[in-house]
């Protein structure tokens, strides 16, 4: 199919991208299981749905901004990619698909705050990754990046008529931790439940976000109080 060739040269040239400007280190707490996955991570860059293909040789579908689409070349060639777009009110649709993705095999990524991280922390959670992970009943699995805030660069621009700040991160380095699967099960109209679940997995993304820039920066370790152990999962 196009889309799996497209993708395997994208992922090729990210592969090619991240070795020459990027200090790429990705660690991981325990081996995927063999079925889909849904990935859940933290947003610190626009950047984040490219660099995230590289944690694993298994094509996924990034679930990403409506407006990054709408960036000419680069917009047409991720729906060629297969990449699943975030419209704007249109969250039940954008579940459906995601969840027909991965019903087909296909691991998906999701970022649960909804929009790029604050500087100096997270986004709040939103309850799709719960929603989708109860629907879909494939395992989460948590990622925490970290990168130098310095080397972020912030681009002002107007996308589909409003006004919108990219955040390119181009170089320097780049930290990733994979956590081990969660599995849940329940009721997804529970409603207790899905935003219990949220936020443990907002939980995990957070501890592996901390280790991953311990990782990067050992001298933060002061900062972390002493959650610098490895998160169990």
């Given at each position: 199919?196009?889309s799996?060739?497209?993708?395997?040269?994208g992922?090729?040239?990210?592969t090619a991208?991240?070795?020459q400007l990027?200090?790429?280190?990705?660690?991981?707490h325990?081996n995927?299981?063999?079925?889909?996955v849904l990935?859940?991570?933290?947003?610190?860059?626009?950047?984040?749905?490219?660099?995230i293909?590289l944690?694993?040789?298994?094509?996924?579908?990034?679930?990403?901004?409506?407006?990054?689409?709408?960036?000419?070349?680069?917009?047409?060639y991720?729906?060629?990619?297969?990449?699943?777009?975030?419209l704007?009110?249109?969250?039940?649709?954008v579940?459906?698909?995601?969840?027909a993705?991965?019903?087909a095999?296909?691991?998906?990524t999701?970022?649960?705050?909804g929009?790029?991280?604050?500087w100096?922390?997270?986004a709040?959670?939103?309850?799709?990754?719960?929603r989708?992970a109860?629907?879909?009943?494939?395992?989460v699995?948590?990622?925490?990046?970290?990168?130098?805030?310095?080397?972020c660069?912030r681009?002002p621009?107007?996308?589909?008529?409003k006004?919108e700040?990219i955040t390119?991160y181009?170089?320097?380095?780049?930290?990733?931790?994979?956590?081990?699967?969660?599995?849940?099960q329940?009721?997804?109209?529970?409603?207790?439940?899905v935003?219990?679940?949220?936020?443990?997995?907002?939980?995990r993304?957070?501890?592996l976000?901390l280790?991953?820039?311990?990782r990067?920066?050992?001298?933060?370790q002061?900062?972390?109080?002493?959650r610098?152990?490895?998160?169990?999962?």
């Open positions: 199919m196009l799996e060739l497209l993708y395997k040269a992922r090729t040239l990210i991208y991240a070795r990027l200090a790429l280190d990705v660690h991981w325990a995927l299981p063999g079925e889909p990935f859940a991570a933290n947003h610190p860059s626009t950047t984040d749905p490219i660099f293909h944690i694993t040789q298994r094509p996924m579908s990034v679930m990403i901004a409506q407006s990054v689409f709408s960036i000419p070349v680069l917009g047409a991720m729906r060629r990619m297969d990449q699943i777009e975030v704007d009110g249109q969250g039940e649709r579940l459906t698909q995601a969840q993705k991965l019903g095999g296909r691991s998906v999701i970022f649960p705050e929009a790029i991280s604050p100096n922390g997270f709040p959670i939103r309850t799709g990754v719960a989708l109860l629907r879909s009943g494939v395992p699995v948590p990622v925490g990046i970290s990168l130098v805030v310095e080397n660069m681009v621009t107007t996308l589909e008529g006004p700040v390119w181009l170089r320097g380095p780049y930290t990733i931790t994979v956590g081990g699967p969660l599995y849940f329940g009721d997804v109209h529970d409603w207790t439940l935003r219990a679940i949220a936020a443990k997995v907002m939980e993304i957070r501890l976000t280790e991953s820039r311990y990067m920066d050992p001298t933060t002061g900062g972390l109080s002493g610098l152990q490895k998160v169990c999962d």
